[in-house]
């Protein structure tokens, strides 16, 4: 794995620590590196970053710290199916920090697109190496965030090219 520009790794950060903040009202840890113990991750949703820098993010998390994000984020939904609802709340999680960290990446004007996420339950697997991979910590859940992208990848990206 390439060691990620600056920029987008502190993009990455406070994408998804503002979320996280701000949609479960809970403090943000953020510990770099996968802490002792090997936490296995039970539920993950990717979405696909269509531009302008074409790549995908990723979240992943216990599937215990699901269930009360789904109570918090979707209890305005009121769904009858409990793995919809996680489902639900994970990727709309994950919506939020991709927002948050492209506006933050490329600047309050820029536009971008972003596809659907799509959610699942085990070890998520990707046919490419993440680009940049975080861990944070919140209400005592570690969570793990993913950057995948040859475009987020490559040194010679210019972020400010692409705002123009």
């Known amino acids: ?17 503002s979320t996280m903040e701000n949609m479960t009202f809970e403090e943000v840890v953020y510990l770099g590196k996968m802490p002792g113990g090997g936490r296995q991750f ?4 990717s979405l696909p970053i269509t531009s302008p820098l074409p ?6 998390l ?9 109570r918090e984020v979707c209890v305005a939904l009121q769904l009858d199916d409990p793995e919809a609802a996680i489902n639900d709340a994970v990727g709309e999680i994950l919506n939020t920090v991709a927002g948050r960290f492209l506006g933050e990446l490329l600047g309050p004007e820029a536009s971008f ?14 046919a490419e190496e993440p680009v940049a991979t975080i861990f944070f910590q919140v209400a005592g859940h570690t969570v793990r965030t993913q950057l995948f992208g040859q475009a987020f990848a490559d040194s010679r990206t210019d972020i400010e090219g692409v705002c123009r």
């Open 1 to 17: 794995m390439s060691r990620p520009d600056l920029k987008i790794a502190s993009s990455l950060v406070s994408g998804l620590t």
């Open 55 to 60: 790549g995908s993010i990723s979240i992943e």
């Open 113 to 126: 697109e972003l596809g659907l996420p799509v959610c699942g339950m085990g070890k998520m697997r990707s």
């Open 62 to 70: 216990p599937l215990d710290y699901a269930k009360i994000l789904a």
């Open 42 to 45: 039970d539920i993950w949703a």
